[in-house]
């Protein structure tokens, strides 16, 4: 009854339409004179009867859709009417299928971004117990307080901090960026001297090789954050004593283009197409135990976002090279000087 009730709720102003049609004809034959009752009763009954019948067929044919549409639904599937016989029900079917498609995406998307968000936590509080054992058995020992060691666990806590707000900031990306001009060579100076206590714990030194002139249009917090993470990574994989990080940029045919390469372990080549991707630590990070698995994934989709080519090159045993290209960078006019000071090979130590 209730598909009954709904197609005739649907037909109804097709009926008074029709009702209105038979109407105006037999009064458009009464006024020409025409008064043969019996002729007018027999084309009234004929036209409903064929409206009838027409009707009953149209919901025959349609009768699948409604037995869709008036069933209580049980999973998100029930929304996929099957049979559709009618044009307009066909384009609504495909158009309710397109809007089921975007709709599982959609649902896909954020129930990726919460299990990412819970993995991390999830190491991320595993990974802080190391350090916060470690100072509360410093702290219990009666001799001299380590201030070095204590210092170091600190600053682990700090970064393990840094990472779960960038993580977060990622999801608001876009409200949280600010394009502009800046100097290359000042904002890599500004990121090694943040890390400066990284360095001088491993025995690496930084080594900048970068034009005074070289201007690039990023976003320059979070550029921070990625330059940070590839100094990281190349300082904790370099184990050996009085290596180097250079940090090089130069022109090319599709602008400038920033290198940072280490002279550490390198990355296995079944890891390195890898590296990039959420919570992967590979080979290499189980050497150290502390690696997270999302720092270059963190960097990958900053540098995505921001529209700076990301390409990761590596040789075990003999270092990484990190190079990030920025199309929009331009070299300003340097004097004979300058120009030869940044081509000569000449490095800038920490």
């Keep these: 009854m209730k598909k009954l009730s709904l197609f005739l709720r649907e037909h109804l102003s097709f009926l008074a339409f029709q009702l209105i049609l038979i109407l105006f ?3 458009l034959y009464w006024l020409d004179g025409f008064r043969n009752f019996n002729t007018a009763i027999y084309s009234i009954s004929m036209s409903m009867l064929l409206t009838s019948g027409y ?17 209580k639904p049980e999973k998100m599937e029930d929304a996929l009417i099957r049979f559709a016989q009618a044009p307009e029900h066909r384009q609504t079917t495909e158009f309710t299928r397109e809007l089921y ?20 936590m999830n190491q991320w509080v595993h990974q802080m117990k190391t350090p916060i054992s470690v100072m509360g058995l410093l702290l ?27 993580n977060a900031r990622l999801e608001t990306f876009e409200q949280d960026m600010q394009i502009e001009r800046i100097d290359l060579k000042k904002l890599v100076q500004e990121i090694v001297t943040e890390h400066k206590r990284l360095f001088i714990t491993n025995g690496v030194f930084p080594v900048i090789s970068i034009d005074d002139n070289f201007v690039v249009a990023t976003d320059v917090k979070w550029m921070k954050i990625v330059i940070g ?22 022109c090319t045919g599709n602008g ?46 900053v540098c995505n976002r921001l529209g700076h080519p990301l390409s990761i090159e590596s040789e075990k045993g003999i270092g990484t090279t990190v190079t990030v290209l920025f199309e929009n960078g331009e070299a300003g006019e340097t004097g004979e000087s300058e120009h030869n000071r940044g081509t000569d090979g000449s490095d800038e130590n920490l």
Aim: charged residues 30%; aromatic residues 8%; proline residues 1%.
């Design 229 to 250: 993470q590839f100094i990281t990574n190349a300082v904790k994989y370099t184990f050996d004593e009085g290596k180097k990080v250079h940090l090089i940029a130069s």
């Design 25 to 27: 004809i037999m009064l």
């Design 55 to 71: 009707l009953l067929g149209k919901f025959i044919m349609r009768r699948s859709f409604y037995d869709a549409i008036t069933r």
């Design 256 to 301: 400038l283009q920033l290198q940072i390469r280490d002279e550490g372990i390198g990355i296995p080549s079944s890891d390195l197409k890898r590296v990039t991707k959420a919570f992967f630590t590979g080979e290499n990070g189980r050497l150290t135990g502390e690696s997270t698995g999302m720092g270059l994934y963190i960097a990958s989709e």
């Design 101 to 120: 498609r975007l709709y599982q995406n959609e649902v896909q998307r954020l129930y990726a971004a919460q299990h990412r968000q819970l993995h991390f």
């Design 140 to 166: 219990q020992e009666k001799d001299d307080l380590d201030r070095d060691s204590i210092t170091e666990e600190v600053e682990k806590i700090r970064r393990g901090l840094d990472s779960v707000l960038v």
